[in-house]
């Protein structure tokens, strides 16, 4: 079914509905722009007629669009699809590289896609807001990268626990053929078993410490 509605660049005609724009409230625009000015203040020259929370907003949106693993391209197209914003690529490359200024609406759709709010993108980096988006970025990265890496180890892990059990069958065997026999097991191949059982022990202990890392 055909829907038409108003975008932010004029009235458009699709087969899907966009996503719900959610505009940040008042006092958090008022307290971004406030914690730009104190900074532009403070910040002679240039980058203070750049506009300091054009900066950081740009800086957090690359940090945040890696930390995703979106592309440029992934961005832009999740940007027109979601809210009908005009955007390729080169859209996005040229706001991240200062080359292009950010509207205020498109700022908080970016924010909205990244799943931050405008206040935390523009804020400056003494502020709690920042903080508290670094550890969430470094978390749920860590909490990704070991979920890899735990899956990557169980996978060899499997390998290496049959290859153990089929040592200690090939060996338990050998010891009951040699006690029919009434005869010694081989002294050096009883070490090299033994010497082979302390570092697959030691190996399964390291293994599993990493394994832990699927929990965070």
């Known amino acids: 079914m055909a829907v038409t509605y108003k975008s932010l660049y004029g009235w458009r005609v699709d087969d899907e509905p966009r996503r719900k724009i959610v505009w940040p409230a008042p006092e958090v625009v008022d307290r971004a722009f406030a914690s730009a000015e104190l ?83 523009m804020s400056n980096a003494g502020s709690p807001e920042v903080v508290q988006l670094n550890l969430e970025l470094a978390g749920a990265r860590l909490a990704e990268r070991g979920l890899e890496i735990a899956e990557y180890l169980g996978e060899r ?8 059990q089929d040592v200690q069958d090939a060996w338990e065997a050998y010891e009951a053929t040699q006690e029919e026999l009434g005869e010694p097991v081989d002294k050096e191949l009883s070490a090299a078993v033994r010497r082979y059982e302390s ?18």
């Open 39 to 121: 900074t532009m203040i403070a910040t002679p020259g240039a980058e203070a007629e750049v506009g300091v929370w054009e900066r950081n907003f740009r800086e957090r949106m690359v940090r945040m669009r890696e930390a995703k693993g979106m592309t440029q391209t992934d961005l832009a197209r999740t940007l027109k699809t979601d809210f009908g914003l005009p955007f390729h690529q080169q859209t996005i490359q040229r706001i991240e590289s200062g080359e292009r200024p950010v509207r205020l609406n498109e700022a908080n759709l970016i924010a909205q896609t990244l799943h931050a709010d405008l206040f935390t993108m």
């Open 157 to 164: 892990m499997e390998v290496i626990d049959r290859l153990y």
């Open 199 to 216: 570092r697959y022990e030691r190996a399964r202990a390291g293994w599993s410490s990493i394994m832990n890392l699927g929990d965070f």
